[in-house]
């Protein structure tokens, strides 16, 4: 088992950052995938970035490459994105989740076994 918890979510001008962070108990953390997803209103959860068990391999959506950042710091059993270059679009419910497969690429939701309780990030215009 392992339970995640969000924070870093707020309300931010356009061009600003964010940086939120998902801390993890259980066991075993550095043997999980970790990824990021987010939620509009109305809208299905879509995939925003993931990073192997190590932190050495990434992958992001289209829509955030260049501008977001995932890491991880195993020592402290936290993952975090860094969110640069805010735009409105990016107003959702962030979630983090964790995929028992340690390689990094899954983008499905259906392939993440563990969900964090979601934080709510508002870019205003």
């Known amino acids: 088992q392992v339970q995640l918890v969000e924070s870093g979510g707020g309300l931010v001008q356009a061009g600003n950052s964010l940086r939120l962070s998902c801390a993890a108990s259980?066991?075993?953390?550095?043997?999980?995938?970790m990824g990021w997803f987010r939620q509009a209103p109305r809208k299905e959860r879509e995939f925003v970035a993931a990073t192997n068990w190590s932190g050495g391999s990434t992958i992001y959506a289209d829509s955030v490459k260049g501008r977001f950042t995932i890491s991880r710091d195993n020592a402290k059993n936290t993952v975090y994105l860094q969110m640069n270059s805010l735009k409105p679009e990016d107003t959702a419910v962030y979630y983090c989740?964790?995929?028992?497969?340690?390689?990094?690429?899954?983008?499905?939701?259906?392939?993440?076994?563990?969900w964090g309780q979601g934080t709510q990030v508002t870019v205003s215009s």
């Open positions: 259980g066991r075993a953390f550095n043997q999980y995938s």
């Open positions: 989740a964790a995929d028992r497969a340690p390689s990094g690429s899954a983008i499905n939701v259906l392939e993440y076994d563990y």
